[in-house]
Each structure stands twice: as C-alpha cells, then as structure tokens.
C-alpha cells in the first residue's frame, strides 16, 4: 500500500503535493482527511478531529493499510494504544447490539419498500430508497472494531435516544434468545433421561 493506490482506494481528490478524501472513520460529508506520503511513509490527517491512530485502525480493517509496519513503541504510542484499546473494550458490546438492531430495521424497512414495489395499492417507494438501505445494511454488515464503535458512537451523538433504545431492544432480544435456547436443552436432556 502506497499513498497513491490508498488515495485511489478512497477516490480521493488530488490537492497540492498529497490528496483529499472523505475521513473513513466518522461520517463525513466534506472531505476531511488529508494523506500526504513523506519519505515513503503515509500520513493520513482528519481535520475533524479522528486521532490518527483511529483512521490508521479503520484502514487496517479495510486493508488499507501496510499490516506490518518497522516501527519503535515510544511511551506516549504506548499509552495512546492503551487508551485506544480502553476506549473501544468499553463501547464495542453496545456497538455489536445496536448493529444487530439496525440490521433488522433495515432488513424490515427493505421489505416494507419491496412489497410496496409489487402492491401498486401502497405508496411507491422514492427512487434510490431501496439502493440506498441495500448500501447503508450492506455498510453496517461490514463494520467491525474501531469503524463500528466510530459509527456506533455517531449515532448515538446523532440520536441518542433512538440508539441506545435499539441497543436496549438487541439485548432483550438476546436474553430471550438464550432463555428459549437453555428452556429447550433443557427439554431435550429431558427427554434424552426418559
Ligand atoms: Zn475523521
């Protein structure tokens, strides 16, 4: 991976000696990220305020980024991977329930839009509709460590209260999964004694 082929990657646009792109790791809407290549090392900058560190991990998630890297822990690199590691023990379980919950909206929603394409009764759905919750589930499906807890944590700052309600609903959804599941081994111990 080299600063051209990570800008063409993330069709980023030429500007001076490096390039603009739109910052992987939180929503962006205007390019915010600069990538520049200085003695044949990539530097990537979010002027929204992503550290480094969490635009590095998103593209390492995407393999976009060199996996092994030469390079000397100083304290300070340390301490921030501590940090970083810290901060996304605390938010991925709610991350991984709220992604659960947004998947079956969505799934639903896509349904909904579907059956509305058939049923001429029921309002047509706008154009793009369909396209945009297949990309937007299809996004969602993907996301994994530091790029989930990033969009997980976006929505939650977007709409808190109807984020942390879906986590609410995916973890009782789960405990009542698990409660049938456990209610059924256990009938079928039953009957495997009888
Ligand atoms: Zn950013």
């Known amino acids: 991976m080299t600063a051209d082929s990570l800008a063409r990657a993330l069709e980023a646009r030429r500007c001076g000696a ?27 900058h979010c002027h929204a305020g992503c550290s480094q560190h969490t635009v ?23 301490r921030e991977w501590r940090r970083q590691q810290r901060y996304l023990a605390q938010h991925i379980r ?53 790029a989930l807890v990033a969009e997980y944590l976006w929505w939650l700052k977007y709409d808190p209260r109807l984020t942390s309600g879906m986590v609410q609903a995916a973890e009782h959804r789960q405990t009542a999964e698990r409660r049938a599941v456990e209610a059924y081994l256990r009938l079928a111990a039953g009957a495997a004694i009888l």
């Open 94 to 146: 709610s991350a991984t329930l709220w992604r659960r919950a947004a998947l079956a909206l969505g799934d639903a929603i896509l349904d909904g839009l579907k059956v509305a394409l058939c049923d001429l009764s029921l309002p047509r759905p706008g154009v793009g509709e369909i396209a945009f919750w297949t990309d937007q589930l299809a996004t969602w499906d993907q996301l994994d460590g530091a």
């Open 18 to 44: 490096g390039w603009n792109s739109l910052c992987p790791a939180h929503k962006d809407k205007n390019p915010s990220l600069s990538i520049c290549e200085k003695n044949g090392k990539i530097l990537v």
């Open 56 to 78: 590095i991990e998103v593209l390492r998630s995407r393999g976009l980024w060199p996996q092994t890297e030469p390079r000397q822990w100083s304290p300070a690199d340390r």
